[in-house]
């Protein structure tokens, strides 16, 4: 797995549901992934297009897409589990703020 599907799979995991361009600010905004790979967005939207023809997330809406229950399991119980909580968390007090 390369870093960039690593990157949105862990995003989507703390934002889902969640668009593709959701999952593009996300990214942009909490790594620092931007400045070292320019064509990022085309990339992002390759391995969302891969993962989608492989089922491994699927919509929810039109244009909102979550994990598929397997997969996120298996994301939950790596070892980025307490890194995902913790950006769930962060992110969850950064939409209060908004409010």
């Known amino acids: 797995m390369d870093s960039i599907t690593k990157y949105y799979l862990m995003s989507l995991l703390v934002i889902q549901p969640a668009r593709v361009q959701d999952v593009e600010r996300y990214i942009?905004?909490?790594?620092?992934?931007?400045?070292?790979?320019?064509?990022?967005?085309?990339?992002?939207?390759?391995?969302?297009?891969?993962?989608?023809?492989?089922?491994?997330?699927?919509?929810?809406?039109?244009?909102?897409y979550c994990i598929n229950q397997t997969l996120a399991m298996k994301l939950r119980n790596s070892s980025v589990r307490k890194n995902v909580l913790n950006q769930r968390f962060f992110q969850l007090k950064a939409d209060r703020k908004k409010i």
């Open 28 to 64: 942009v905004n909490n790594t620092n992934l931007m400045s070292v790979d320019s064509n990022l967005k085309s990339k992002i939207r390759e391995v969302h297009n891969n993962l989608r023809r492989s089922k491994a997330i699927f919509p929810v809406r039109k244009g909102s």
